[in-house]
């Protein structure tokens, strides 16, 4: 059974900056990729950046800069991060963490939004 378990969300001022962190639960590996995506109030759920199983990052184009991804898979489960930088108020939103294991590619899963796996989501809000 697979959880996604997400946490760091929360205030955060303007400009400021905020880590949010999913660890997958799942033990397949093969073929995993684990990304974030974003709903903003009024908005439709879009892709901010995520890791495919060779390691390749990809990120939305008004994400690129402000937003890095990471993984650690030094723990027994991996975990992967979002670093968010000059953080706006329209950054705000629920983030969802996201898996997959049908080894599809980083950029596949950030346009088409679909994933196997789905967090909860973790709220941030700017102000």
């Known amino acids: 059974h697979v959880q996604l378990v997400e946490s760091g969300g929360g205030s955060v001022q303007t400009g400021g900056s905020r880590t949010l962190s999913c660890e997958y639960t799942?033990?397949?590996?093969?073929?995993?990729?684990m990304g974030w995506f974003r709903q903003s109030p009024g908005k439709e759920r879009e892709g901010v950046g995520g890791i495919d199983m060779d390691g390749k990052t990809a990120y939305s184009d008004s994400m690129q800069g402000r937003f890095v991804v990471s993984k650690d898979t030094s723990k027994p489960k991996p975990i992967l991060y979002l670093h968010m930088t000059s953080l706006k108020p329209d950054d705000s939103g629920i983030y969802y963490c996201?898996?997959?294991?049908?080894?599809?590619?980083?950029?596949?899963?950030?346009?088409?939004?679909?994933?196997?796996?789905w967090g909860q989501g973790t709220q941030v809000t700017v102000s």
């Open positions: 799942g033990t397949r590996l093969n073929g995993l990729f």
């Open positions: 996201a898996a997959d294991t049908r080894g599809y590619s980083a950029t596949w899963h950030l346009r088409t939004g679909r994933a196997d796996y």
